[in-house]
């Protein structure tokens, strides 16, 4: 994994890691993944993969509104707010946000 | 087929959808779907993505979404998966969308549109999808902040992505027309545009003439009307044309389309394709629909538009164009039947209905259901045409009012004495008081010249204040003369 | 030195016996607290205020004669994932100082029901990321048999607090052993239910498929008595088995005759297994065979590939659910900042420890184009493997045994720099979570002077087993009753 792999990946998380950080981290996943290998060497092709482990019907719920929070209690714990909405800064110039 | 402008290339044209489905809450958590209220005014743990909170599905939802599946043909899937699609954004509060990406509901469907001097054809539908929506970033305001109102996140939608068959901005418009049609017709939507309950983005892409391989497409997103969607992507095919005439390449971007100026701008330009890392999601259930159920929701679907529309012609005897514009929406053709019950004759009530009634519904721009008119109401008027009781002058003009104010016709007919003039001993002194006020004329008729009877019958029809039947008058008017 | 308060059923028995009341035991809580805190750091918060006025208010429910449960009036403490209202939930992690919680996690709302006072929140390891509590952004707890020595992890403040006295019960969450491990290092009982068991909205979510809350205690059967409260269906959570509560505490017959007991060969075997945690694991079974117990030996040939499994699902998924993290409606924003992306990039670096940044990029990378296949749908495939091998593992048994840990206790610090050797430790405990069994730590002895504990695994649903052998054992046994010493 390389210094360039971990910023790519610390991109899409949103992390901004130091070059210090990066080098770091590059190697620990590298050795994490390296580990990880051990599973190739299982023969999965005619296998499920069980993305739920207990087999349930769907839930559902009716089609019914409930109370919502007063807007102050969605608002309450904000770094920032303009009224009962959420602040937060512009996407810059740039920047590739939405 | 080629776009008239460029004739040497073929337009390759998909349509994505997001709809909103008609439930009164949303599709994860209990919030009540509701517009037009201040911002965060409905919301909870669940679509403010406080830590630990969970999502549950909304039954009625999936039921809209099975029904749409159905009403455009597809195939619904007994077993479908949620997936996250993971970005970051400020109206996504998780950090991700719960949406549906390997295994959507339904796939493989088909719209069909009609398109004047063309054939009808079919568009196909891709994949029908369920996924929620997202909040809304205010950006107008202050000049620095953003402002987000999450009471739209988690109201239910499905992406009703069509295949790449549509091949000019008028086929774009008329597949936008017939989806929200049909919409309309099962309730799985009230697809308001101006509420943003029907958006489009569009996706469009060129290619030489008779070539099957996929050119270079763009993204042209929020555009609110279908009109500028078809300007938008005449401008965009435009826009590709030149600069693939001039030996260049298009850009992958996403487009936004400013109707005033009839402009495209950028929006973002798309170098790498996003990394969204679906994956099933790990709190919901994979969504299981039984078979039987699946049928059971069929068995609610009213008649579809196509159905109507074709039934229209067999049994009712219309025309082709006829039974599409009086089956547009399902309350128009309701209204129709209604009124050819009341009457009789449905032939009739259609000629009434699409020279008069829509005129009059176009001119005041509203709908059927917003019409105080009754379907009785009208077909109690035409039967008093039928007989003579009133001219159809004056009932044209009652449509009109009917639209407007609702009531009886009877009733107005008398208040506004507009009864028919058809007493014939009134009619005759009339006539000879015409003939006799006007030597000259009947002179004329005498001598050959038939048409001055015109002039005749101008001046009874003045001095009865248009209440005589012209057919009558006429008649008495030519025995006195031949006389 | 104030006492440790006693067990569950202790404490019942004395309240409605009319020799303490529910007020003297919360001070009496506090006040061990007090004592053992600067020492151990257990809590990262307590609540006294509210915490003495709830007793009031149990002590005139008993006067009454309206006592709702077991735990009415006695003092509990909740790991500091889990949501309650009006109060601060963090999961030790800075990204979320100051972030109160408008609901209460179902679990704990049902304890409240039932009269339990919380007392307060325990440390753990930043949002549930570690297996020694040293990830705390509020620096690492300490085991009480001794303080060099971690408490194990995630859950380890709540496992102190136990193995303390400063409460008798305590919830804890397990992803991948966070409950059971540091119950094994603490001497004390810790379970995990079987998945979907106990709701898991309110749980600040790790990996959603892997995520259970569980209770600790000193006694299997005050584990029962905590497990019959907080399970159940809960419409809320869609994970949620469609089951009643469980009545754990009326199956506790002390009966061992005819259980089948499955030793799995791979666990036994394993190199890099303290032998002094085997013996005492051996002694625990020939222990219950002399209680009437069969065993066998059964395999699960795929434990190897557990660890690389867990931690490819696990991080995937807590990439996922971590994302939430972002300064826009809770929690920290970064100060100083100029757009969006900063906005981001800099309030979850800075929020955000090394563990839990290192966690969301492997997840995120597993997840990404062109990998998701190779790593993230290969372990979930993997993860089936793993489940065949209990299913047919236990089609021949009523539980597994197995040693929880293959070590005891390691010295704080000592793993700290290399993440993958503090992964390769929980080697027998992720399993129980990639599979969805219920699974159980009870102590059974000591080894180089630290405790020992005895993992239990039972059937999908049959939480009730486990419960019932650890309480057998526990009746001819008496490691349950030892205590560490109080800190100096």
Redesign the interface.
């Known amino acids: 994994m390389t210094r360039e792999e971990v910023e790519r990946v610390a991109h899409?998380a949103?992390l901004r890691l130091s070059q210090e950080e990066a080098a770091a981290m590059a190697s620990q996943l590298e050795s994490i993944l390296g580990y990880v290998e051990l599973l190739d060497t299982l023969d999965t092709s005619q296998v499920e993969p069980t993305?739920?482990v207990i087999p349930?019907?769907?839930?559902?719920?009716?089609?019914?509104?409930?109370a919502?929070?007063p807007?102050e209690t969605?608002?309450a714990n904000a770094p920032?707010r303009?009224?009962?909405?959420?602040?937060?800064?512009?996407?810059l110039e740039g920047e590739?946000?939405? | 087929m080629s776009s008239d402008a460029h004739p040497h290339y073929e337009a390759v044209i998909g349509l994505e959808v997001h709809v909103h489905l008609r439930?009164?809450?949303k599709l994860f958590c209990?919030?009540?779907?509701s517009y037009g209220d201040?911002?965060?005014?409905?919301?909870?743990?669940v679509c403010?993505?406080?830590?630990?909170?969970?999502?549950?599905?909304?039954?009625?939802?999936?039921e809209h979404a099975i029904r749409t599946g159905l009403a455009t043909h597809c195939e619904v899937h007994s077993r479908s998966?949620f997936a996250?699609k993971?970005y970051?954004?400020?109206d996504l509060?998780?950090?991700?969308q719960i949406s549906q990406y390997e295994k959507p509901l339904a796939t493989g469907g088909w719209i069909e549109i009609e398109v004047d001097g063309q054939e009808a054809r079919r568009i196909g539908i891709t994949r029908i999808h369920m996924e929620e929506d997202a909040g809304k970033?205010?950006?107008d305001?202050?000049?620095?902040?953003?402002?987000?109102?999450?009471n739209r996140t988690s109201v239910p939608l499905i992406e009703v992505v069509s295949e790449p068959e549509i091949r000019s901005p008028e086929e774009a418009g008329a597949y936008l027309r017939s989806l929200r049609a049909i919409l309309r017709y099962i309730e799985s939507s009230d697809a308001d545009l101006e509420k943003g309950q029907f958006r489009c983005d569009a996706n469009v892409s060129l290619r030489p003439q008779g070539s099957t391989e996929f050119g270079t497409r763009t993204e042209i997103k929020n555009v609110n009307s279908f009109r500028f969607v078809e300007d938008a992507i005449r401008a965009e095919i435009d826009r590709q044309a030149a600069i693939l005439d001039d030996g260049g390449a298009i850009s992958q971007a996403t487009l936004g389309y400013d109707a005033e100026a009839d402009r495209l701008f950028v929006m973002?330009l798309k170098e790498n394709?996003d990394?969204y890392?679906?994956?099933?999601d790990?709190?919901?259930?994979?969504?299981?629909?039984d078979e039987e159920r699946i049928e059971e929701i069929r068995a609610t679907l009213p008649e579809l538009p196509d159905q109507k529309r074709l039934r229209f012609e067999s049994e009712y005897g219309l025309s082709t164009q006829e039974a599409r514009l009086l089956s547009a929406s399902r309350a128009l053709a309701e209204f129709f039947e209604a009124a050819a019950r009341a009457h009789g004759t449905a032939k009739s009530v259609a000629n009434w209905m699409l020279r008069d009634l829509l005129a009059a519904l176009r001119e005041r721009e509203i709908e059927i259901e917003e019409a105080a008119i009754a379907p009785e109401a009208l077909a109690r008027l035409i039967e008093m045409v039928d007989r003579g009781r009133v001219t159809a002058k004056s009932a044209r003009d009652l449509v009109a009012e009917l639209t407007e104010q609702g009531g009886d016709p009877e009733a107005l007919v008398r208040e506004r004495g507009l009864e028919a003039v058809s007493d014939v001993g009134l009619l005759e002194s009339v006539a000879d008081a015409v003939i006799g006020a006007n030597p000259d004329v009947a002179r004329a008729y005498a001598q050959g010249d038939k048409k001055v009877v015109n002039f005749l019958m101008g001046q009874v029809m003045k001095k009865t204040q248009g209440k005589a039947d012209p057919g009558r008058v006429r008649e008495i008017l030519a025995r006195k003369l031949e006389e | 030195m104030t006492e440790p308060l006693g067990t569950l059923a202790e404490l019942r028995r004395a309240l409605d016996a009319g020799a303490v009341s529910s007020a003297e035991l919360v001070d009496r809580s506090l006040a061990r607290a007090e004592a053992v805190e600067p020492r151990l750091h257990a809590l990262l918060a307590t609540r006294e205020e509210r915490a003495r006025a709830e007793a009031a208010e149990a002590d005139e429910r008993r006067a009454r004669g309206g006592v709702r449960s077991p735990l009415d009036g006695i003092p509990i403490a909740l790991k500091d994932?889990?949501?309650q209202a009006g109060e601060k939930?963090g999961?030790a992690s800075k990204i979320?100082q100051g972030?109160e919680?408008?609901?209460d996690?179902t679990a704990v709302a049902r304890l409240r029901e039932a009269g339990a006072v919380v007392v307060a929140r325990t440390n753990m390891d930043e949002f549930a990321m570690g297996s020694s509590t040293e990830n705390s952004a509020y620096g690492t707890s300490r085991n009480p048999w001794n303080p060099e020595r971690s408490p194990g992890g995630s859950s380890g403040g709540s496992a102190v607090a136990v193995a303390a006295g400063i409460v008798p019960v305590a919830l804890g969450s397990d992803t991948g052993g966070s409950i059971r491990q540091p119950a094994a290092f603490t001497g004390v009982v810790g379970m995990k239910p079987t998945y979907g068991r106990v709701s898991?909205?309110?749980?600040?979510?790790f990996?959603?498929?892997l995520d259970q809350i569980g209770p600790f205690a000193h006694t299997a059967a005050d584990c029962a008595s905590v497990l019959d409260v907080i399970s159940g269906h809960d419409?809320?959570?869609?994970?949620s088995l469609p089951e009643p509560a469980t009545r754990c505490l009326a199956a506790l017959s002390g009966d061992l005759s005819g259980l089948v007991i499955g030793l799995p060969s791979e666990y036994y075997a394993s190199e890099g297994v303290d032998p002094e945690v085997l013996a005492r694991v051996s002694e625990a079974v020939a222990e219950l065979e002399a209680g009437g117990a069969r065993t066998r030996e059964v395999s699960l040939p795929h434990t190897q590939f557990a660890v690389a499994t867990y931690y490819l699902i696990a991080t995937?998924?807590a990439s996922?659910n971590?994302?939430?993290f972002?300064g826009?409606?809770?929690g920290r924003r970064a100060a100083g900042v100029r757009g969006?992306t900063e906005m981001?990039e800099r309030s979850r670096s800075e929020g955000f420890g090394a563990e839990v940044k290192r966690r969301i990029l492997l997840g995120?990378f597993v997840?990404?184009?062109g990998y998701?296949d190779a790593y993230?749908r290969k372990a979930q495939q993997v993860r089936t493997l793993l489940r065949r091998d209990f299913d047919e593992a236990l089609s021949g048994c009523d539980v597994l045994i197995t040693p929880t840990t293959p070590e005891t206790a390691f010295r704080i610090g000592e793993k700290a720099s290399d993440p993958l050797t503090m992964y390769l430790s929980d080697i027998f405990t992720v399993s129980a979570n990639l599979a969805g069994l219920p699974g159980l730590s009870i102590p059974c002895g000591f080894a180089n002077q630290m405790p020992v504990g005895l993992q239990v695994l039972g059937r999908p649903l049959e939480d009730a087993t486990p419960l019932r052998v650890a309480d057998a054992f526990q009746r001819r046994t008496d490691f349950h009753l030892q205590r560490p010493p109080d800190p100096r």
Do not use: Q, W
């Open positions: 899409l949103r993305s739920h349930l019907a769907t839930p559902m719920r009716e089609d019914r509104p409930e919502s929070y807007p969605a608002v920032a303009d009224g009962s909405a959420f602040a937060v800064p512009k996407v590739d946000e939405g | 439930t009164r809450a209990s919030c009540a779907v201040g911002p965060n005014h409905h919301t909870c743990p403010l993505a406080l830590p630990g909170a969970l999502p549950v599905l909304n039954g009625a939802a999936v998966i996250r993971n970051f954004y400020p509060p998780k950090g991700y970033s205010i950006h305001g202050a000049a620095t902040e953003t402002h987000v109102d999450l973002r394709a990394d890392r679906y994956f099933p790990p709190d919901l259930i994979p969504l299981v629909v | 994932n889990l949501a939930v999961c979320l972030y919680s408008p609901f996690a898991r909205f309110g749980l600040v979510a990996a959603s498929s419409p809320r959570d869609s994970t995937a998924e996922s971590l994302a939430r972002d826009v409606r809770y969006l981001y995120t997840l990404s184009a998701y993230y």
